[in-house]
Nanobody, 126 residues
């Protein structure tokens, strides 16, 4: 069984930064694509960023491009999401997801991911 655990969420003022982490434990994968998604109250879960196993392929939602950076440390089975210039519209629960079927790229579709973390709350005050 694989567990994904997110950390690093919290309350921050507009313009501030946070760094989220997603650590895998248990029966970890030999390779997997990872994604970050978020869900605000009353809204559907949306793609934020994705990264391939090697880290060479990354992608972002238009709303976070230029502000967020996804990266990974495979030796630690951990993926990160550096979030800068945060604004109140970024307030949501952020989820990490893993897709062990995909290595060389990533998907922006939530239904392609097999494993999910419990989520971490990010709140940006104005």
């Amino acid at each position: 069984q694989v567990q994904l655990v997110e950390s690093g969420g919290g309350l921050v003022q507009a313009g501030g930064s946070l760094r989220l982490s997603c650590a895998a434990s248990g029966r970890t994968f030999s390779n997997d694509a990872r994604g970050w998604f978020r869900q605000a109250p009353g809204k559907e879960r949306e793609f934020v960023a994705g990264i391939s196993w090697s880290g060479k392929s990354t992608g972002y939602a238009d709303s976070v491009k230029g502000r967020f950076t996804i990266s990974r440390d495979n030796a630690k089975y951990t993926v990160y999401l550096q979030m800068n210039s945060l604004n109140p519209e970024d307030t949501a629960v952020y989820y990490c997801a893993a897709d062990p079927k995909r290595s060389f790229t990533y998907s922006s579709r939530a239904d392609r991911y097999d494993y999910w973390g419990q989520g971490t709350q990010v709140t940006v005050s104005s």
